[in-house]
């Protein structure tokens, strides 16, 4: 067998597991972030369970503690109660992202995580089947529910060659990136094998898994090996380390790619898509308004530490504003005991908190038309906060060669340092909290709510029929960004009516108004879409927020997984055309029927939409599991756990 399948097969609760089928997976670990978490603690409090089940759950505040107005820190409070009433470890604002300090603190090769983070891969670099997942997904797991997924097909990566200096990780996934792209590659895991593993350190193979999710596969793992066990125990965590390979690398796979690491180039991936990828050299002295180095994806030592020795002693272009995150505070605090925070400060970098910030438009917007390069994983339009600007995605090294130069640059024109890994990372775990009452929490603890933290919308069971209106047509590759705005906008996520406001903001300015006003009416509200709908960010927010407005069916060409998940969780039809270019015979504003709805959910997942507009009809379909059905019958899972049918 090969990693994946090692993992899962140790792990399976029920199900076939044959390419496809949908199978229930135990899970071990989990993790949420204050954007997503939220939701997903209020969800698990309605389930009336007294404390967690797994053998880990962490809860950790990364996104919104730039906290401008009471909400942020009125969630913090509520997160930081939760977690010591149900015995979860939570992570102070300031302590770091998520996924990196999961990776540094808790993470474990063989192990199961999900988390309500679409970028909860990166746990694959250290040997985990780590998944993203949205929030109430997370709920069911911390209260000792198995985690439902298709079994997955694996594709093997092999990596050969070794990459020469200037070039690193980032590369690597963008050339992946480049060779399977954004969409497509939904139910596959990619795993990485080959010779050129030895050459590449754990915050390389976290930056690869990590990016991943970009590629809309289920996860990507690397194996747990000698590269792992010495970051395990680098981080005085030697006996999480248990070795875990792939019987034979050469035949393990249903599908397998090779890319020798020594020919490629330093990449970036142009706007607006994480699959757009160019080469940096078709850029050369394009100038360069704004460069931010860090994120879940390239804010570890090693990536901090090769900027911080490249820009030492050095100035950055005097027209570039260059932000600096580090991933964690064990990140912090060793460049600081080896004076390179100073030098990065001397440099002209501003050393902005180790959160996700810049990376979701919380703050650190480029200017109107800017052309921006960020470490980050995801340059979808607007995300930055500026929806003019145009974002690139590249290395750390490609990153201060072009602050240095103030335009784009090629790192592979300096003397690019070797940052080893240290034989102990600084420890430091102060800024988590309840460890000692971890799976066990203290019962009366009461719940701290500010005036913002609202209640869990309940879904409705599905109606016999749809009579509805197609509210809004959209595109290929509608990210969940496109659909609920991040940003300025998050501080309301655990207000479902206010966030609501919200939905399509920057794509249909008036779908608020019109959805609402259809849902009042008693019709019913269908999003059309073309592939790939529901790229990006695992936020159920983007099916839970539509659902509130009155939403009951996606139509789509096609539908990445995690959306999807949420859409079935909050009572959705997620149906995609029959024939894709049906599509084009389908108008905004045109009026819906689908008769004996419940009866084709129940039934072989077929329909036909009658276009009342246009005197047409087309067929639809949704390919569904037993257990999925009765989710979308009964308005969603927390309907279902209600109903006794979850």
């Known amino acids: 067998m090969n990693v994946t399948e090692k993992i899962f097969r140790a792990h399976l609760v029920d199900g076939n597991p044959v390419v496809g089928n949908e199978v229930a997976i135990r899970i071990d670990q989990t993790l949420t972030q204050d954007a997503t978490g939220t939701m997903a603690y209020l969800q698990f409090e309605s389930m009336g369970i007294d404390r967690v089940k797994t053998e880990?759950?962490?809860?950790?505040?990364?996104?919104?503690?730039?906290?401008?107005?009471?909400?942020?820190?009125?969630?913090?409070?509520?997160?930081?109660?939760?977690?010591?009433?149900?015995?979860?470890?939570?992570?102070?604002?300031?302590?770091?992202?998520?996924?990196?300090?999961?990776?540094?603190?808790?993470?474990?090769?063989?192990?199961?995580?999900?988390?309500?983070?679409?970028?909860?891969?990166?746990?694959?670099?250290?040997?985990?089947?780590?998944?993203?997942?949205?929030?109430?997904?997370?709920?069911?797991?911390?209260?000792?529910?198995?985690?439902?997924?298709?079994?997955?097909?694996?594709?093997?990566?092999?990596?050969?060659?070794?990459?020469?200096?200037?070039?690193?990780?980032?590369?690597?996934?963008?050339?992946?990136?480049?060779?399977?792209?954004?969409?497509?590659?939904?139910?596959?895991?990619?795993?990485?094998?080959?010779?050129?593993?030895?050459?590449?350190?754990?915050?390389?193979?976290?930056?690869?898994?990590?990016?991943?999710?970009?590629?809309?596969?289920?996860?990507?793992?690397?194996?747990?090996?000698?590269?792992?066990?010495?970051?395990?125990?680098?981080?005085?965590?030697?006996?999480?380390?248990?070795?875990?390979l792939p019987d034979d690398p050469a035949s393990d796979y249903d599908e397998t790619w090779e890319l020798d690491l020594s020919t490629l180039e330093p990449l970036a991936a142009a706007p607006h898509n994480p699959g757009n990828v160019e080469t940096i050299a078709e850029h050369l002295g394009q100038k360069v308004n704004q460069i931010m180095i860090g994120s879940c994806t390239n804010s570890s030592y090693r990536d901090i530490k090769t900027v911080a020795l490249l820009l030492k002693g050095k100035q950055v272009h005097p027209d570039v504003e260059v932000g600096i995150a580090c991933g964690s505070k064990q990140v912090v605090r060793m460049l600081a005991d080896e004076g390179l925070l100073g030098e990065l400060i001397a440099s002209g970098c501003r050393i902005l908190e180790n959160a996700c910030g810049f990376c979701i438009g919380a703050h650190m917007s480029p200017s109107t038309n800017a052309v921006c390069l960020r470490t980050s994983n995801r340059n979808f339009e607007g995300r930055s906060g500026t929806q003019s600007a145009k974002v690139y995605l590249v290395s750390p090294e490609t990153a201060a060669a072009s602050a240095l130069a103030g335009a784009f640059a090629d790192a592979r024109t300096l003397a690019v340092?070797?940052?080893?890994?240290?034989?102990?990372?600084?420890?430091?775990?102060?800024?988590?909290?309840?460890?000692?009452?971890?799976?066990?929490?203290?019962?009366?603890?009461?719940?701290?709510?500010?005036?913002?933290?609202?209640?869990?919308?309940?879904?409705?069971?599905?109606?016999?029929?749809?009579?509805?209106?197609?509210?809004?047509?959209?595109?290929?590759?509608?990210?969940?960004?496109?659909?609920?705005?991040?940003?300025?906008?998050?501080?309301?996520?655990?207000?479902?009516?206010?966030?609501?406001?919200?939905?399509?903001?920057?794509?249909?300015?008036?779908?608020?108004?019109?959805?609402?006003?259809?849902?009042?009416?008693?019709?019913?509200?269908?999003?059309?879409?073309?592939?790939?709908?529901?790229?990006?960010?695992?936020?159920?927010?983007?099916?839970?927020?539509?659902?509130?407005?009155?939403?009951?069916?996606?139509?789509?060409?096609?539908?990445?997984?995690?959306?999807?998940?949420?859409?079935?969780?909050?009572?959705?039809?997620?149906?995609?055309?029959?024939?894709?270019?049906?599509?084009?015979?389908?108008?905004?504003?045109?009026?819906?029927?689908?008769?004996?709805?419940?009866?084709?959910?129940?039934?072989s997942g077929k329909a036909t939409v009658k276009n009342l507009s246009n005197n047409t009809t087309f067929d639809v379909t949704t390919d569904l599991s037993p257990r999925q059905k009765r989710l979308l019958l009964a308005g969603g899972l927390l309907a279902a756990v209600a109903q006794g049918q979850a």
């Not at 302590?95 to 309500?116: D, V």
């Open 417 to 603: 340092p070797a940052v080893p890994m240290p034989k102990a990372f600084t420890i430091d775990d102060g800024m988590f909290l309840y460890r000692e009452s971890a799976g066990t929490g203290v019962p009366g603890t009461e719940i701290l709510r500010g005036p913002n933290i609202g209640q869990v919308p309940p879904g409705q069971p599905m109606a016999e029929a749809l009579a509805g209106v197609a509210t809004i047509k959209v595109g290929d590759k509608i990210t969940t960004d496109h659909i609920m705005p991040a940003g300025a906008r998050l501080k309301f996520r655990s207000n479902i009516p206010e966030y609501a406001k919200y939905v399509f903001e920057h794509t249909d300015p008036a779908f608020y108004a019109n959805a609402s006003a259809n849902r009042d009416a008693g019709k019913a509200n269908v999003i059309i879409a073309g592939e790939s709908y529901g790229q990006g960010s695992s936020r159920e927010h983007a099916a839970l927020c539509p659902m509130y407005l009155g939403v009951k069916a996606v139509i789509a060409k096609s539908i990445e997984r995690i959306h999807r998940a949420n859409l079935i969780n909050f009572g959705i039809v997620p149906f995609v055309f029959a024939n894709p270019a049906d599509y084009d015979r389908v108008a905004q504003g045109d009026e819906l029927a689908i008769d004996g709805l419940r009866e084709a959910i129940l039934g």
């Open 56 to 244: 880990l759950s962490v809860s950790y505040v990364d996104h919104n503690t730039v906290q401008i107005g009471f909400e942020n820190a009125d969630d913090h409070d509520y997160l930081q109660s939760v977690a010591r009433k149900y015995g979860i470890v939570y992570s102070k604002p300031g302590n770091g992202i998520c996924h990196q300090l999961h990776l540094e603190r808790f993470g474990k090769p063989g192990k199961t995580l999900i988390g309500s983070d679409s970028h909860t891969p990166t746990g694959g670099g250290i040997g985990m089947i780590a998944i993203g997942a949205g929030g109430i997904d997370v709920a069911v797991a911390m209260g000792g529910g198995a985690y439902n997924i298709a079994w997955p097909k694996v594709v093997g990566i092999r990596l050969t060659g070794q990459l020469n200096p200037g070039v690193s990780a980032k590369d690597v996934i963008l050339a992946v990136l480049r060779r399977f792209g954004s969409k497509g590659n939904v139910g596959k895991v990619f795993e990485y094998t080959g010779p050129a593993l030895a050459t590449l350190d754990v915050p390389s193979r976290a930056t690869i898994t990590n990016m991943g999710a970009e590629l809309g596969v289920t996860t990507s793992v690397f194996p747990s090996d000698a590269i792992t066990k010495a970051f395990l125990e680098a981080q005085g965590r030697g006996g999480d380390w248990v070795e875990l």
